[in-house]
């Protein structure tokens, strides 16, 4: 991908930070909320992981040049020190 490896990791590890941060602000309180719906829901919720992210951005990635995506230039912007 890169000349030098620590630009990888950087890279890379950017995207960790963006999956946790999308995590927590949109899909975790969108799952409690939909949980609530139905019966014995708080208890799911518990054990239960929808992770209907991912396949979000996979379907949303699809339709855009992969250096292109706002993801990707955040993570190149990181690896270049910002």
């Not at 919720?45 to 990707?72: A, K, Q, T």
């Amino acid at each position: 991908m890169y000349d030098r490896p620590e630009k990888t990791s950087q890279h890379e590890l950017t995207h960790i930070a963006q999956a946790d941060v999308a995590t927590i602000t949109l899909e975790e309180p969108l799952e409690k909320w939909l949980f609530t719906k139905i019966p014995n829901g708080q208890r799911l919720n518990r054990v239960v992981h929808l992770g209907f992210l991912g396949p979000l951005l996979v379907l949303v990635g699809s339709s855009i040049d992969y250096w292109d995506r706002p993801w990707e230039q955040e993570a190149e912007w990181f690896s270049d020190g910002c």
